[in-house]
């Protein structure tokens, strides 16, 4: 009988996406909604930057929040998920003055503040959405009438309110103090900017008089000879024998002739290098705490380009290369170099402009955060936040529990202008919120804003603030602060743990006294195959949107779901994403099967009397599936959830109850046929309602199908029924289909014909399976055209000439007298069973080796073992089954 199917014979994603794409939106279901909970869930968009474009850690994101969004939002919560984008300073700027640069020959400077970032503007008008639509392709619900950029009106009115607040507090000052200066950029960076590479040197070992003592030499190693006009001491370890009776005296600086003290200082490592360190606290980290801790003057060398200043009179205007190569001539003609060695070790570079960071001490402002990091670490040994997995924690507590003064200025133009102000008449300075007129002490009109802006931390971490309307009283209300403030759950990298998550932790807490969000589920960093960090250099970036193009978007995020759990790193084959697009087309083809015998379906479950076993079987699969994704999803086990409805759908909907369902369907029985296309249908909502959250286009599709009149995005999910329970019926069903199985891989083994009709020995101990095999009997028929069989207990004799297989619970014996050729068999099996000895052998010979065994290492060995192990094992069951035909 032909049953006709209207639907197309494959599925279409990008069809599929654009449509519910928009009619999602046309409908409002992103849209914040009270449900069953009278809870709130609300879902934080790490911004993007406007400069970027999707890449594979922007969708497992957009995945991982997009699945628990909608699934919450299935199980009646009030969910808000609030995107935005970044208006990404440095990485901004840079951009727009290399385009500027392209096209114009001009730099920043050229153009002036006020023009440069009207540009800017114009640029993150134009791109600046790119990543939004990108966004959208992948399917992401979220509330886009809260979509927030962090240079809008309500964020800069959030960033000048918490500056003054602080400012006022004497929590932020102004104070010198050694920064990373990137001389392309001119500006102040962080240490999240600064991309650490080897780099080939030199060490440089160069004689330093002491003045006390015309004879004595003091021997010091450096990687930077040309800042020695910066040297303001020498330092030894107190403890060093050595020198320590040199501790008090003066040391002469080669070239410059200055003399500088000789200083104690336990940062000084005896057992590395000569023992002596040049300190020059203007250009070094560690210098410059050993210049604090031992008052030395601070001396600075070096210009905002990175070119040498008057300080250093013989190489002033020189860039470090060239400075580096006059100091070593000027040394070498001295007499003070006494050697120089080749040298591997690790530069910084500033990550946008690839320029060599300078150690620079600059005239910057700090936060200090010693009590805001006291406050948040607090909240997360309290409980009031945690992390998933709960081990992230160690990576927030290590620099919360030992926090440094934050620089939050940055030498540029594109971002929060900071709102200090200053006096030029009786050089007063003060915070505000609001632009001032005139000076708030001498009242003259001739003042000015300070010219730096804040490091983007600063206004990301107040984002869970400002896009809830913070400060702004009206905003807050309209937004509903009240009701979504704290969120519920952050979803992000490992690698922004402290730039963000900890700043918003102290930012949030300083203003509210409580935690911006319950949960943190930290996810994995996408890698390439190979676990390779993704990069242009190595040329191994995956696209998202090529990979949608070619895959569509549920296979795309079906993959990255179902490698998302609490694993560190996620390594990403797109033949995976090629995978998983053919379990979104089986599911497809499973839909067009079921289809057209839809019309006999009841929209409710028949009375349970008319349940036929494999019906109580597959309802209770479904219903522990439901449970599992429930109870996975809950705690983010994305990977979990993947793996539980994956298995179900493939292994027992439609490789068992679809194929038990054929003769049924196709059958002359009316109620058989109606109960189970019923059956089916309700099987079919709730896969795809559990489906939906991480694939949710094709089950949006399927679901219009099934009921036209509402969408899947907008049902409850499914949960636990426990009237559906069924441990028994699972139990005996899943060893019948081993059964089943191991009946198909026998008739494989013997080269058996489809259309070859078998007799089944069956021996089990078990007599629950005996009686519910024997009453579905009939499916093996259907299954793997058994003609009859017996069903006996373990004890009684089994047949010879027949082919074996053993369950963990029953042996299957299948006669093969009259149905193939024993000989051949008896053959097939002699010629395995020399081929298998031949190998054999040769393993053997290994083993017997005392040359190879006494020098292999020892996973060799164990493998060549394991292997003579196998063949072993397998010349005794073709002995067996040898043995059987004889």
Known sequence: MEIQNDLPKTFDPQGAEDKWYQKWLDKKVFKPVPGKQKKTFTVLMPPPNVTGKLHMGHALDATTQDALIRYKRMKGFETLWIPGTDHAGISTQAVVEKL???????????????????????????????????????????????????????????????????????????????????????????????????????????????????????????????????????????????????????????????????????????????GCLKVTPGHDFNDFEIGKRNGLPIINILNKDGSFNKNAPEIEGMKP????????????????????????????????????????????????????????????????????????????????????????????????????????????????????????????????????????????????????????????????????????????????????????????????????????????????????????????????????????????????????????????????????????????????????????????????????????WILAELNTVAKQMNESLDVYRFDDASAAIYAFVYDKFCSWYIELSKNILYGEDEKAKIIRATMLKYCFKKIVNLLHPIVPFITEEIWSYLDDKTMVATQEYVEFDKSLENAEVQEMMNKFIDITTGIRNIRSSVNMKPKDEIDVKLFTDDKKLAKFVYESRHFLKDLANVKSGTIRNKAQEKPKKSASLATTHTEIFVPLEGIIDLNEQVNRIKKDMEKTQNEYKKVESKLNNQNFMANAPEEVRAEVQEKAKLFQDKLQSLNQILDSFL
């Open 321 to 616: 290369k060239d400075a580096r190569a006059e100091v070593e001539r000027i040394l070498t003609e001295l007499g003070s170099l006494i050697e120089k060695k080749d040298h591997v070790h690790p530069v910084g570079h500033g990550e946008r402009s690839d320029e060599i960071v300078e150690p620079m001490v600059s005239k910057q402002w700090f936060l200090n955060t010693t009590e805001m990091a006291r406050v948040a670490v607090e909240a997360v040994e309290q409980g009031d936040m945690t992390f998933f997995p709960k081990g992230w924690e160690n990576t927030y507590f290590a620099w919360l529990r030992n926090p440094k003064d934050w620089c939050i200025s940055r030498q540029l133009w594109w971002g929060h202008q900071i709102p200090v102000y200053y006096c030029r008449h009786c050089e007063t300075q003060w915070a505000a919120e609001e632009t001032p007129t005139h000076c708030i002490e001498c009242k003259d009109t001739d003042i000015f804003q300070d010219p730096d802006v804040l490091d983007t931390w600063f206004s990301s971490g107040l984002w869970p603030l400002s896009t809830l309307g913070w400060p702004d009283e009206k905003a807050m209300e309209e937004k509903g602060f009240d009701k979504f403030y704290p969120n519920e759950t952050l979803i992000t990298g490992f690698d922004i743990i402290f730039f963000w998550v900890a700043r918003m932790m102290m930012m949030g807490m300083k203003v509210t006294g409580k935690a911006p969000f319950k949960h943190t589920y930290i996810h994995a960093i996408v890698r390439d195959k190979q676990g390779r960090k993704m990069s242009k250099s190595l040329g191994n970036g995956i696209d998202p949107l090529d990979m949608v193009k070619q895959y569509g978007a549920d296979a795309m995020r079906f993959t990255l779901a179902a490698g998302s759990g609490y694993n560190r790193d996620l390594n990403l084959d797109p033949e995976r994403i090629e995978g998983y697009r053919n379990f979104v087309n089986k599911l497809w083809n499973a839909f067009r099967f079921v289809y057209p015998f839809l019309d006999k379906a009841k929209d409710e479950l028949p009375v349970k009397s008319e349940w036929h076993l494999h019906d109580k």
């Open 100 to 274: 500027i640069w392209k096209q114009e020959k001009k730099n920043r400077h050229d153009l002036g503040r006020e023009e440069f970032t009207k540009r800017i503007w114009a640029w993150k008008e134009q791109y600046g959405s790119e990543i939004v639509n990108q966004q959208k392709k992948m399917g992401v619900s979220c509330d886009w009438d809260y979509s927030t950029f962090t240079l809008d009106d309500i964020p800069n009115k959030a960033v000048k309110k918490f500056f003054v607040m602080l400012y006022n507090e004497g929590l932020i000052y102004q104070s010198d103090y050694i920064v990373n200066w990137d001389p392309v950029l001119q500006s102040a960076i962080s240490d999240a900017e600064v991309e650490h590479k080897e780099v080939k040197g030199f060490f440089y070992y160069l004689k330093y008089k002491v003045k006390e003592d015309p004879d004595m030499e003091l021997v010091i190693a450096t990687t930077r000879p040309e800042t020695i006009f910066a040297d303001t001491a020498v330092a030894v370890n107190p403890n060093d024998e050595r020198f320590k009776d040199l501790i008090g005296k003066t040391a002469i600086v080669p070239i410059c002739n200055r003399e500088v003290p000789i200083i104690g200082d336990e940062h000084v490592d005896i057992e590395k290098g000569t």
